[in-house]
């Protein structure tokens, strides 16, 4: 008979992987490409023989397992995969597969499960990397246990994958930026209520705060994105001079970028040969190996940048204003904390898709954060208001 601490973990693992089915399925149905979506149906299938594993593993030990529900995190991300499409919130799928590929490492009883989920790992790293053929083929092979989960993949590959997480999860970066428009201006707001001024100067302060906030973070990150294009014309340009004049040192020094890989350097120094005997290609892949640069992308466009830093600061700064504009006193002041608090628990909620905490715990230290620093500006509004007065 299974322990209580092992029906808990029996449990949290079914709950997990019906979770991983669901989000599989729905990714199947709403793909278009017809190779992306058999690999979606084929972990969809996986993640249901694991579940049927602790399923199976429950029943042994006379429990009885009612219908699953499945989390606010997995319905979340459904809506996402429905509203914006699967490429958008596949850096996150993944970054969280990845994340997860060792949680059976440790469990006696799931040597195969654990092998399992180094390859579905894998397999969503091929597909961000748009490697299907690699993913399917990952999909009808096994692992052993402990494998790294890109360690067949050349290493350009693997870079690659790594890139296009860390700079290409828009999600991310739409989340805080909301959160930044949220906090400050919560803050703002407590600040001036404390001190004690009317709502109408409330108003006119949190429409400021709104303007002021969106304004810097639209014109910061059109300088950054502007800055970093510049930079990266120049350091191709560099490049490309370097080329031109040393074509025998770029050789070697590309030879030496895939020998640090963890090619082999005969290898290495062919492939690298190889490269050489097309100027425009020799660029294009110094660029991306030595400088780190996507030559067709250069960082972005600034003035979407701009735009979407603004419309998002915006979109989070307007929740804690609204109450002032129906209410007055401590009725606004009441529905601005309470409004704040739930914008709050929604960033923490979206927050839970990559950061591999549960939705609940992350909606609350999000909220509990959000009100100590909005209590802090309270306070201090209030004792300048008194001092000044």
Known sequence: MATRHELKRFRTNLADELDSAALYDTLARVEKDPARRT??????????????????????????????????????????????????????????????????AHQPDAAQLSADEQRHAAVM????????????????????????????????????????VASGNDLRAAVLGAN????????????????????????????AGLIAGACSMALGEWLSVTNARELAR?????????????PDAERRELALIYE?????????KRVAAQIMRDKQKALDTLTREELGIDPAELGGNPWSAAGVSFCLFSLGAIFPVLPFLWTHGSAAIAQCIALSALGLAAVGLFTSLFNGRSAAFS?????????????????????????IS
């Open 234 to 246: 120049t350091q191709i340009a560099k490049e490309a001079d370097e080329l031109e004049h040393a």
């Open 180 to 207: 930044d428009g949220l906090v400050s201006n919560f803050c703002l707001i407590m600040g001036v209520a404390g001190a004690g001024t009317s709502t109408h100067a409330i108003t006119l302060t949190g429409l």
């Open 39 to 104: 690999v979606f149906m084929q972990l969809a299938n996986s993640e249901r023989e694991h579940a049927n594993i602790w399923l199976e593993k429950l029943c042994a030990s006379g429990v009885h397992v009612r219908a699953h529900h499945l989390s606010a995190k997995t319905h979340l991300m459904r809506g996402l995969i429905h509203t914006l499409g699967p490429s958008f919130v596949l850096p996150a799928l993944a970054a969280a597969e990845t994340a997860d590929r060792d949680k059976y």
């Open 125 to 164: 790293e091929a597909v961000v990397a748009q490697d299907i053929q690699r993913a399917t083929t990952l999909m009808s092979t096994r692992v052993r246990r402990h494998r790294a989960p890109a360690a067949s993949t050349p290493a350009v590959q693997a870079e690659a994958w790594h890139k296009g």
């Open 363 to 387: 909606a609350f230290r999000q909220i509990v954060i959000g009100l100590i620093a909005a209590a802090f500006t309270f306070g201090v509004g209030r004792l300048l208001g008194v001092s």
């Open 260 to 268: 640090a890989k963890g090619i082999d350097p005969a290898e290495a």
